[in-house]
């Protein structure tokens, strides 16, 4: 059985080894380009209090001072039918993004599981709850501002959502939520909360979506979602018109999508065979016309563990984060500028 999975590993991955990265130590390069751009994993980042793990890491997001903000269900996984009760314990963390060290913590007794969390440009903090079904907004420092949806109620309407992953908001304050697990469509509301227009629905064709998994913008408002299970990225204008589409065809579920400030996107792909066999995570960097530039992974750091990566954020200096909830850790890449 490990060699029928091995050779099924191979026939998949092999003819995509042009893109591949290949693992050198720590530093991650793309051997397809000339100039041979690197990343390396930050060792010994975050620095975390002795005797302090984190639990599985859901999302990461940056502030405007670029520290880092994660959300994890500390001490919690994922389960179905979900718990009843919240976890007492906070599930926002807040990290230096230099020394990883714990700036702020908070979140406690308000989820029962944390998915998605997005900064906005006013510091803001958004969070999504796929067991509460509901969408939450808070200040930097944790004072609930907004809530949208109805409390263990699922729904297909203007008030209710089914499973929501993720937010984005839009220069004008005007946000996106991808809903998600269940309803597999995008909602619009406006700055206040008030409901706008969706679009979606199962399916494969363009405009429709397999578990909208991850939600982002660029500076002119197109949105691009993760659409994991049809393992492609799709692009559609502020009205929700379809643009373009990129097919992941090197992996098996493409999880989420983060856009830096030169609207380059990264992506990040998990590769599982017959749905059993993890084999990693792949980092891919597009330029804004989703021409692929980078792709690095797909084996960890220590050369043991396997990451499987559930979220990723850029900062302004072009660092990257990723969330685990396989490996239950945040971990921070940064160029090499070695060429």
């Keep these: 059985m490990t060699e029928i999975k091995t050779n099924l590993y191979l026939i998949i991955f092999l003819p995509f080894c042009f893109i591949q990265c290949s693992y050198h130590g720590n530093a991650y390069k793309d051997n397809s380009n000339t100039a041979l751009t690197k990343y390396e ?10 005797g302090f793990n984190l639990s599985d890491v859901t999302a990461v997001g940056i502030d405007r001072d670029q520290n880092i903000f994660l959300f994890q269900r500390t001490g919690r996984h994922w389960t179905q039918p979900f718990p009843d009760t919240t976890i007492s314990s906070n599930t926002i963390f807040l990290l230096d993004n230099v020394t990883g060290k714990i700036l ?23 969070v999504t709850d796929v067991a509460l079904q509901q969408i939450f907004k808070f200040s930097h420092d944790g004072k ?30 005007s946000f996106y939520v991808s ?7 995008v909602v619009k509301f406006s700055k206040e909360g008030k409901y706008l227009f969706d679009w979606g629905k199962k399916g494969d064709k363009a405009g429709e979506f397999n578990t909208p998994h991850g939600i982002d913008l660029d ?8 659409d994991r299970e049809n393992n492609r990225i799709q692009k559609f204008n502020s009205k929700g018109q379809f643009l373009k589409e990129w097919k992941n065809n090197t992996a098996t579920q493409l999880y989420s999508l ?11 792909d998990n590769l ?19 021409n692929i530039l980078i792709r690095f992974g797909r084996s960890d750091s220590d050369g043991v563990s396997v990451p499987r990566y559930h ?23 940064r160029k090499n500028s070695t060429k």
């Design 41 to 50: 994993l930050v060792q010994d980042w975050p620095r975390l209090p002795k």
């Design 311 to 333: 979220d990723i954020d850029i900062d302004n200096n072009g660092n990257i984060y990723v969330a685990e909830t396989l490996g239950r850790r945040i971990r921070k890449f």
């Design 219 to 226: 500076s002119k408002d197109n949105v691009y979602v993760a």
């Design 272 to 290: 599982t065979i017959n749905d059993t066999l993890i084999k990693g995570a792949d980092i891919i960097h597009f330029d804004s016309r989703l």
């Design 179 to 185: 809903d998600g697990y269940g309803n597999s469509r």
């Design 104 to 126: 702020n913590s908070w979140g406690a007794n308000l989820f029962i599981m944390p998915h998605g969390l997005t900064v906005d440009n006013e510091n803001n903090v958004w």
């Design 258 to 268: 983060s856009i830096d400030k030169k609207n380059d996107l990264f992506a990040i």
């Design 144 to 173: 609930l501002l907004m809530n949208l949806g109805v409390a263990k109620i699922s729904g297909n309407d203007s008030m209710h959502f089914n499973l929501p992953t993720d937010v984005a908001i839009a220069t004008d304050g």
